[in-house]
């Protein structure tokens, strides 16, 4: 087999495609990262100032948690796909539009923090608590950093949150950070609590806000080295010990109000388990399998035709106002995507697509908000913005264990040496890109994007092709062309292709569905 | 925080200021050991398991320094300033931990090095010592440099061997 291609019709149909909703799943967060600076279409729930668990940080957070498993997991060799968008979640997530909410919410003198009477009005959105918000920024950017190679959010300022008032507070207000000062500054909050973790409002500690800056730590620990991660989780199990992971019941404890080291755990909110099933399973699978099942039986209503929903937790348990939303049945999806438990996340797919106003627009695959808890006969009728956009996505985008080995299995310098594509027109769905280095080739699937016209040209940049012999390339089993380790060889008149530095360039017409193979002896 | 016009930066993650007294009953603060470095551990004498297990580990680590420990000033807070006072933290360190120095003071003062190094230790009662109390802490040993400024810290999840590399790199 030596200078062979070993590229064959076994092993390219071995490599999985993603299926249409996976892939317009993918594409909603593609189109919605997309949108220009500030416009929140499609994003806006039910509530205002930001306050409930489907604000826009959620949904910035999990929709660009969701691009990186899907580039981990079904995408490895197209983080071209992935890596401006992800930038543009970081960017949105830094929008006053997203933080300012701080302001009002620090003051406190809610259900949960008026032992500590009215505090002074914050404006740094990660000073103090509201890690809620500070860990979402800390782990996206360690994320990107991780994923794409990118320390441009190590630089000094490079995650700075400002507000430029036009009639107020002249020169504006500016709180300078960056990736590795405001992981500092979250890891040592911990560590003067003990690792308790970090409050969101005052007071109130939550056990699922905590799960986030793990996440974080873990993804400094990939990008700078050390062993922050260990050592948080391990200080957060010893901390915990004395109000309990899991309560009596076998299911999580919301939070400890940290004045009064008191537990408050609802007993009517499905999302506590699910949410927090979905994230520590990360650094602690065992725990979490062990109380699954619990979790299942107690909020998953089966229907019999198959399909399951999740009946919303009543919005009066943390003192809210009644919502429409179906944040518990998105995150019931995540964990079961996470836990393996596909025939749950079947049912709830499927309930979804029969019950929760699905659409398509622009190739992207969601739900339409709907305001209304319950149908008559008590069936979940709600859908937010969150669920739509990010939870569901999430859940069809995630493999078996993908936030676990995304946290325990580092990727490889291997991985990133390897030929990859690293631009392509935004129009275009990817339903397939991965090297094997055994087979030492390259498979890309790709497919105009509903609504690009058709036979439009189409223009790929690849890289890390050269210096690994000759190869050729590939386009539903014709040769388009072949190159040795330096050059183009040979073209065919159906594409045009160009050496650039360490990349190529291909362009040809796309018509339909297309399958291309780099593939070298 | 750093404030320059309207823009802020973080504070200093750990600004290693205090103000206590030592197990001889000398004042000393940040400066008192210039040009040494400080390796600073919080404790507290009573304690059974976090103080011995650290205590003896950092002690062995200062032994394989060599004649290099002289450079150093390893340093011993208490986070129980009432049963802690100078006297029995000598005692204490002098036949258990000689290379230590203990420091304590009153609470306002040892709680104000707590907040100087980032230090978690809360008064809980110990179901071990009836009528006594324990303090649970933070088990962190830091390393400031010879102005007394934070340099780096070792976790206690750091092998023996990782301390000593990463301590011997700094100095």
């Known amino acids: ?521 | 925080m750093e404030v320059i016009k309207n823009y802020s930066k973080p504070p200093t993650p750990v600004p290693g200021m205090f103000t206590l007294t030592d197990h001889n009953g000398n004042k000393v603060d940040q400066n008192s050991y210039a040009g040494f470095y400080r390796l600073v551990f919080f404790g507290f004498t009573h304690c059974r398991v976090i103080c011995p297990r650290n205590l003896a580990r950092l002690s062995r680590i200062l032994d394989a320094l060599g004649d290099r420990i002289d450079g150093i000033r390893p340093l011993y807070i208490s986070v129980d300033p009432e049963r802690d006072t100078p006297e029995v933290m000598k005692k204490f360190l002098e036949i258990n931990y000689p290379h230590f120095t203990g420091l304590t003071g009153n609470q306002e003062q040892i709680d104000k090095a707590k907040k100087a190094f980032r230090v978690f230790a809360e008064r809980k009662a110990d179901p071990e010592d009836p009528g006594g109390y324990a303090v649970p802490h933070t088990a962190i040993t830091y390393l400031m440099d010879r102005n007394g400024r934070y340099l780096t810290h070792f976790a206690e999840n750091l092998s023996e061997e990782e301390v000593l590399e990463r301590l011997t790199e700094q100095l």
Request: proline share 5%; charged share 20%; glycine share 6%.
């Open chain 1, 1 to 521: 087999m030596e200078n062979e291609f070993k590229a064959s019709e076994d092993w390219l149909s071995s490599i999985p495609l993603m299926d249409d909703t996976q892939a317009g799943s993918l594409r909603r967060i593609l189109n919605l990262a997309a949108q220009l600076p500030d416009d929140w279409s499609g994003m806006q729930g039910l509530t205002t100032l930001q306050e409930d668990f489907g604000a826009l940080r959620f949904q910035l957070a999990f929709m660009s948690f969701a691009l990186g498993l899907t580039h981990v997991h079904h995408l490895p060799a197209a983080p071209g796909v992935f890596k401006q968008p992800f930038n543009s979640l970081i960017e949105k997530i830094l929008s006053p539009d997203v933080w300012t909410y701080w302001h009002y919410i620090s003051t406190g003198n809610g259900p949960f923090n008026k032992s500590i009477g009215k505090q002074p009005g914050q404006w740094d959105p990660v000073i103090k608590d509201n890690i809620m918000y500070s860990a979402y920024v800390q782990s996206m950017a360690l994320l990107y950093h991780y994923l794409f190679q990118d320390d441009k959010y190590a630089a000094e300022g490079a995650l700075t949150f400002s507000i430029d008032p036009m009639f107020w507070d002249e020169g504006g207000k500016h709180f300078v950070y960056d990736e590795k000062s405001l992981n500092d500054h979250l890891y040592w909050s911990m560590v003067e609590r003990g690792y308790l973790g970090i409050a969101c409002e005052p007071n109130c500690v939550f056990q699922i806000c905590n799960q986030i800056p793990i996440l974080g730590f873990r993804f400094h620990d990939f990008v700078y080295g050390g062993s922050l991660a260990d050592e948080v989780t391990s200080g957060y199990l010893q901390a915990w010990s004395e109000f309990g992971v899991i309560n009596d019941s076998g299911h999580f404890n919301m939070m400890v109000q940290e004045h009064e080291r008191q537990v408050i755990t609802p007993d009517v909110l499905p999302w506590t388990d699910f949410w927090m099933g979905s994230m520590m399973h990360a650094w602690n699978p065992a725990l979490v399998r062990e109380h699954y099942p619990k979790f299942v039986d107690k909020w998953v209503t089966k229907l019999p035709d198959g399909s399951s929903f999740v009946t919303p937790a009543p919005a009066a348990a943390l003192g809210l106002k009644e919502r429409g939303n179906a944040h518990d049945f998105g995150w019931a999806a995540v964990c079961a995507s996470e836990l393996g438990d596909t025939s749950l996340l079947k049912g709830l797919h499927e309930f979804a697509d029969e019950h929760l106003q699905p659409a398509w627009q622009d190739g992207g695959y969601y739900y339409r908000r709907c305001d209304q808890l319950l149908t008559e006969d008590g069936l979940l009728r709600a859908m937010d913005p969150h669920t739509s956009n990010a939870l569901l996505p999430y859940s069809r985008l995630n493999v078996t264990g993908g936030l676990r080995k995304l946290y325990e299995e580092p990727l490889q310098e291997e991985h990133f040496s390897q030929p990859k594509l690293i631009s392509l027109e935004p129009s275009l769905d990817v339903l397939r890109a991965k090297y094997d280095s055994k087979v030492q080739a390259m498979v890309l699937t790709l497919k105009p994007t509903h609504g690009m016209e058709k036979n439009s040209t189409v223009s790929l940049e690849i890289t890390n092709v050269w210096k690994r012999g000759d190869w050729h390339i590939q386009r539903d089993h014709e040769t388009l062309a072949l190159c040795d380790s330096d050059n183009i060889s040979s073209s065919t008149s159906s594409a045009q292709l160009k050496r650039l530095d360490d990349s190529v360039l291909i362009e040809f017409e796309l018509t339909d569905i297309t399958t291309l193979v780099l593939s070298w002896k």
